[in-house]
């Protein structure tokens, strides 16, 4: 097939530098966006007086017509066309004859690819954040499931203070939230169009941009166009979210791989997301946890290499651009393959409060909490901190635990301490008592759990 640019030249492109250049493997998915963009384009051409408003009447309905043929799969995309801009137009001139020739008039293919582009990531950019809103409901309704739930909460992974699970959840919360929201800025950015920037300089037709860019939904044009069509920040946002997605399904997916092992045994996973060995009958694998923890370096790797690929580009459109789309959609596939498993692997994980409450109760969980009932004796923190210390030492060397020392074993060590310590030191009132704001304490998980619950409402 000749290029639409072979007049100037005296020889067709060489076969492999054809299929090199070529983009219609991958820009393909953007079939419908493309289409859009040309009606858009279309329908201003005509009502600016550019083409004829019967002529614009015509390139519109051949436009939907091939959308419409291409969704039933009564017209297959060529895969030999060197990219879905091409095609496109390639077949409106097939179906249309000349009139087809008039759509590209006042445009180029470096506004319409970044155009096509735009509309795709913010498409994009909905279906994740349903996706992540769907995950958020089930992470909060776990939550609540298991608001009371004692277990350890760690840093440096070494017991430090008990939690609840419910509050342990609520964590993974509010990353996503922040997700979601994060996204959302990146949409108000993303959201202008650059159609009518024409292929770097504008155009000497007098072209309305606002008007498509407002049939297409956008809130307004690029300012520039020079940067219009060589502008793919978009891109690396919307990139930057989803690594910021995939890196807290990362953490939780550590997590859950963890606490499903034996050695914790904090949760069961369902046999649904969860796979055996070949060889060895006993085991129960968390592979989907594991595959997301992978995942995640692929998708870090397409924000780098969205991020190389624009760094030594002078302005304005050049070839390397093409390769943004592989990035950004090998990223949206992943992430959205990711969030789908994800949600219902919570919704289907059970937590097992014994074994969290009872390694809670080792490692001296209650610490500070023994220091802080010295404080209220009296005492300056440090000294209390000093004290208890001491204590935990004393226990350590006779193998027992804060609950089982005397209270004249106690008295070695302070006198302030009473026997009201052990219910300071009981675990479940140890979690009670933290009721300062975003704390673990019941009071406070609860408005933790109604402001992710409120967070939901606005979206349903
Ligand atoms: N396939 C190209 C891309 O994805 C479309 C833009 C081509 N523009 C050009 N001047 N060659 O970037």
């Known amino acids: 097939m000749d290029k639409m640019w072979a007049g100037r030249f005296s020889k067709a492109l060489n076969t492999d530098a054809d299929g090199f250049n070529s983009s219609i493997a991958f820009d393909c998915r953007m079939y419908k966006q493309d289409i859009k963009g040309s009606m858009a384009h279309a329908a201003m051409l005509g009502a600016c007086g550019v083409i004829t408003e019967s002529e614009s009447a015509q390139i519109i309905e051949g436009l939907q017509g091939i959308l419409d043929d291409i969704d039933s799969g009564a017209l297959a995309i060529d895969m030999n066309a060197e990219d879905i801009h091409m095609f496109v137009e390639a077949e409106l001139t097939k179906r249309l004859g000349d009139v087809g020739k008039k759509l590209h008039t006042g445009r180029s293919r470096n506004d319409q690819v970044a155009v096509d582009l735009r509309l795709c990531m913010r498409d994009e950019a909905d279906e994740i954040k349903r996706l992540l809103l769907k995950l958020i409901s089930a992470v909060n309704s776990k939550a609540a499931e298991y608001a009371d739930a ?36 990146a949409v108000k950015r993303m959201n202008v169009s650059p159609l009518g920037c024409a292929a770097l300089a504008g155009t000497t037709y007098p072209i309305d941009r606002e008007m498509t860019a407002s049939a297409l939904g956008f809130d307004g044009i690029t300012m520039n166009s ?61 592979d989907m946890a594991e595959l997301v923890r992978g995942k995640t370096g692929r998708v870090y790797g397409d924000l780098i290499a969205m991020l190389t690929v624009l760094k030594g580009i002078p302005l304005a459109y050049n070839k390397d651009m093409q390769e943004d789309k592989e990035a950004v959609f090998d990223a949206v596939d992943t992430v959205k393959k990711c969030l789908s498993v994800f949600a219902p692997m919570v919704e289907t994980m059970k937590a097992i409060p014994e074994n969290m409450l009872s390694a809670a109760k080792k490692g001296f969980i209650n610490a500070t909490d023994l220091a802080d009932y010295l404080v209220g004796k009296g005492l300056p923190f440090r000294t209390a901190y000093k004290t208890v210390g001491q204590t935990v030492g004393f ?66």
């Open 150 to 185: 004692v277990m350890p909460g760690y840093t440096h992974l070494q017991r430090a203070q008990p939690v609840t699970f419910g509050h342990y959840l609520s964590a993974y919360s509010m990353m996503l939230i922040r997700d979601v929201t994060r996204i959302e800025d």
């Open 226 to 286: 020079l940067d219009g069509v060589s502008d793919r920040d978009y891109c690396v946002e919307l990139l930057s979210c989803i690594a910021s997605i995939m890196m807290h399904l990362s953490r939780f997916s550590e997590e859950i791989i963890l606490w499903q092992s034996w050695e914790f045994k904090f949760i069961e996973l369902d046999d649904g997301f969860t796979t055996g060995s070949s060889i060895m009958p006993q085991k129960k694998n968390p």
């Open 395 to 460: 226990c350590l060397k006779n193998g027992k635990t804060l609950e089982d020392l005397s209270l004249d074993e106690y008295h070695a060590f302070a006198r302030e301490f009473d026997c009201d310590l052990y219910d300071a030191i009981d675990i479940k009132n140890c979690v009670e008592k933290r009721v300062s704001a975003g704390g673990t304490g019941k009071s406070a998980v609860k408005a933790e759990l109604a402001y992710v619950s409120d967070f939901l409402k606005k979206y349903s």
